[in-house]
């Protein structure tokens, strides 16, 4: 697979445009511009229903929410008894056991915490590409608007990072919610362009993210799988769950043109003069193998992979994956009590 290369046929070059509903204006728009509003796709978010993405790491935090964190305080569930040390807490003392052993032990709980989650949403050229209703851009720009409605509803810290050869935006992740129009004017002002250098960009993050939580790159990931492997494993050693949203369009899959025609390469300025029949069949065994090599590396790190395509209905799409992720975490749950 040539790294960060995406070729549109010139003979097939069609308008993109988004799929914003007309009613997208009865979101609370205070703080949004006008193009951040039509990114906001009210109709996807009401599919998603009450669905909430919770990582399946322990998390660290501060504030009361949805999510385990290593930190012992003293609500919640009871999570063990350690021998009293001097300055701990007298009320956490458990005096049953006490009365038993004739020795000082306190107790302590896993609190529920938020999570911290950024958003890395890939804004390189060959992220323009799309001949279905939206681009792979586009449609990266929708599924980040929800992914952070969904977090912030439940209290949780959204950052965004937007990415390509460098990192051209970044947003510390924040719990408040008025926080959403900021991440959605700084999506909506980014166009999609330039050469693809993802593992790069990614490592200017890990040192960002100063406490564990969720890193979820939304990217059509081409380029040099084992490079991007080794990034995502950096955030994993830190203790961040991945999950890697791939995002790819229907013709990338399928290769479907038939005459011959200049491909347009989105990331160089170069031109490539194609009769699709000729190169069909070894495109189509490199670009499964491409597949085949990111989901491979994605498993041997622990992390998740989801892939999209643009023709396909955004909000079916999330709500499958967050059906999926929640009953993995069900029966992860039930396995820690056996």
Same mark, same amino acid.
């Given at each position: ?10 003979? #097939?070059?069609?308008?993109? @445009?988004?799929?914003?509903? !007309? ?14 509003? +039509? ?27 949805? #999510? @385990? ?12 008894? @350690? %021998? ?27 609190? &529920? ?7 890395? =949403?890939? =804004?390189?050229? !060959? ?31 959204? /950052? ?14 924040? %719990? *408040?919610?008025?926080?959403?129009? *900021?991440?959605?004017?700084?999506? +909506?002002?980014?166009? =999609? !362009? ?13 040192? *960002? ?5 969720? $890193?979820?790159?939304? +990217? ?12 995502? &494993? ?14 790819? =369009? ?9 005459? &011959? ?8 300025? @170069?031109?490539?003069? $194609? ?22 590396? $994605? ?15 955004? /909000?079916? !799409? ?21």
């Amino acid at each position: 697979m040539d790294g960060g290369v995406a070729l549109s046929p010139d003979s #097939h070059k069609k308008s993109l @445009r988004g799929t914003a509903q !007309s009613d997208a204006t009865s979101i609370d728009s205070d703080g949004l511009n006008e193009n951040s509003v +039509s990114i906001f796709d009210p109709q996807t978010l009401s599919k998603l229903g009450n669905l909430e993405l919770i990582a399946q790491t322990v998390v660290d935090g501060f504030l009361s929410g949805k #999510h @385990r964190s290593t930190h012992k305080g003293g609500c919640t569930d009871f999570s063990e008894l @350690r %021998p009293y040390a001097q300055g701990d807490d007298l009320r956490q003392l458990d005096w049953r056991h006490y009365a038993k052993s004739d020795r000082y032990y306190v107790r302590q709980f896993d609190d &529920e915490t938020n999570l911290q989650a950024l958003i890395v =949403a890939d =804004a390189s050229g !060959s992220m323009r590409f799309g001949m279905s209703p939206v681009s792979k851009w586009r449609y990266a720009q929708m599924a980040s608007s929800c992914l952070g409605h969904l977090l912030l509803r439940q209290r949780d810290s959204v /950052g965004l990072a937007v990415v390509g050869n460098q990192t051209h935006e970044y947003v510390r992740p924040l %719990p *408040r919610a008025n926080h959403l129009a *900021r991440v959605l004017n700084v999506l +909506s002002n980014v166009d =999609a !362009s330039g050469e693809s250098n993802l593992a790069d960009s990614l490592v200017e993050l890990t040192g *960002r993210l100063k406490r564990r939580g969720l $890193v979820i790159l939304l +990217s059509d990931c081409f380029g040099e799988v084992a490079q991007l492997k080794q990034v995502l &494993e950096q955030f994993r050693v830190r203790g961040h769950d991945i999950l890697v949203m791939q995002i790819l =369009a229907p013709e990338e899959l399928t290769f479907p043109f038939r005459r &011959e025609a200049f491909f347009e390469d989105l990331e160089l300025p @170069r031109q490539i003069q $194609v009769n699709p029949n000729t190169v069909r069949k070894q495109y189509l065994k490199e670009f499964q193998q491409f597949l085949n090599d990111l989901h491979q590396a $994605v498993v041997d790190i622990g992390a998740d992979l989801v892939t999209m395509t643009t023709d396909c209905d955004l /909000g079916d !799409s999330l709500a499958g994956y967050l059906h999926k992720r929640a009953s993995q975490k069900k029966t992860q749950a039930a396995r820690t009590r056996v």
